[in-house]
């Protein structure tokens, strides 16, 4: 069992930043994968950036360049830095945690992005 909790979320005005961590607890040994994934308001969710054991990352191309997701394996905390924010971040972004050797996946309960213009 894995449980992922997310946090820093908030408001935050177009062009500005805030950082995201995905706290991992319990068989954090078992994780191959975590990703970032963001739902906004009658969308589907979306995957926004994972990040392997080894430290491989995935960003999709919409985010590229403005951001960066990374892990403290000491803390087994996945951080999702988003700069140059734009509205259309605006979504609940949660986190996903994939295991060695089963299809399970384990979600967090999100946390609530909302940038103004």
């Known amino acids: 069992q894995v449980q992922l909790v997310e946090s820093g979320g908030g408001l935050a005005q177009a062009g500005g930043s805030l950082r995201l961590s995905c706290a991992a607890s319990g068989n954090t040994r078992s994780i191959r994968t975590i990703g970032w994934y963001r739902q906004a308001p009658r969308k589907q969710r979306d995957l926004v950036a994972t990040?392997?054991?080894?430290?491989?990352?995935n960003v999709a191309d919409s985010v590229k360049g403005r951001f960066t997701i990374s892990r403290d394996n000491a803390n087994n905390t996945v951080y999702l830095q988003m700069n140059s924010l734009k509205p259309d971040a605006t979504a609940v972004y949660y986190c996903?945690?994939?295991?060695?050797?089963?299809?399970?996946?384990?979600w967090g309960q999100g946390t609530q992005v909302t940038v103004s213009s």
């Open positions: 990040i392997t054991g080894r430290a491989s990352t």
């Open positions: 996903k945690a994939e295991v060695f050797g089963s299809w399970r996946e384990y």
